[in-house]
């Protein structure tokens, strides 16, 4: 008999599967379905759905997995072509994103943005820190709120350190798998230990655990947040890398931009040099951001191998 479960943790050869509402068994997986495969490194990843048949008590076989709605990747290290998987079935990316101490850049939202619409990862962007802006930096908060929300993200203003808005958070995460991301010191654990607070030490033993070297990158693993939801803890929890894509690909994950695409004259426009661009025109017309289009010249100019330096 065969039971529908969850993949929370992944540790290279076994996996806990989470199934029956809370009951959690580690499984391998049937020799099969690592075969269907192989240009991966691993065949099931955290967040997989999958079929199990009960071994024991304690063990249980993978022998089935559905058909994921979005993952993301790693490339291998080494030169061969397999990528690794890092986890699957990612209901929304929330981007930390604070305007100093430090300052999160457009640059670098923009480059997140690009590579979650490539994985279709929706993403919503968390202004965090807002108890220590004055009005001017409140004002930034709010030109670029302003920006993304027109695009079509939605925009979050909180302060993890004193609590406020983090209840539309909760709201927001709850019974969702999410993936928080962010620089390094916009609040990532501050928020985690906020909105659930055995999160954190949960979480900070598998995070160091990933800095001992690139041997552990296998490590994946979702969390169970007490109000309903799992937070997705990965390697690539901070950021994840672009994609590989073509450069006339690149503006469409660009979603403002994106409706204008058909209308250039050349198929292949780029939208820099070309005559009759209608990026352009929109560009001078005030319709698409012009950080947006910087973002996009500076995404267009990264050779191939930067694309993929991220990872
Ligand atoms: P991470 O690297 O993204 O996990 O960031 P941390 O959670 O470690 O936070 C970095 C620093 O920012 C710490 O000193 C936090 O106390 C502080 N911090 C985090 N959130 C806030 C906030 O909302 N307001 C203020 N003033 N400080 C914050
Ligand atoms: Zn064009």
Known sequence: MSIIGLVIKSTGSWYKVRYNNGKTILCKVKGKLRLKEAQTTNPITVGDIVD????????GVIEKIYERKNYIIRRSVNLSRKAHIIAANIDQALLLVTIILPETTTTFIDRFLVAAEAYRIPTKIIFNKIDIYDEELMQEVHRLKD????IGYECYEVSAAKGTNLEQLKTLMHNKSSLISGNSGVGKSTLINAIDPTLE???GEISSFHHKGKHTTTFSEMFELEFGGYIIDTPGIKSFGMVDM???????????MFAY????????????????????VALEEGKIAPSRYISYLSLLDEDENKYRAAQ
Not at 52 to 59: A, G, L, M, N
Not at 147 to 150: F, G, L, R, V
């Open 261 to 280: 695409l058909d209308k250039c004259q050349y198929y292949n426009c780029i939208h820099i040099y070309e005559p009759n661009c209608a990026v352009k």
């Open 201 to 203: 030490l949960r979480i």
């Open 52 to 59: 199990i048949s009960i071994v024991d008590d304690k063990t």
């Open 246 to 256: 073509e450069k006339k690909e690149l503006a469409h994950y660009f979603p403002e």
């Open 147 to 150: 920006i993304y929300t027109k």
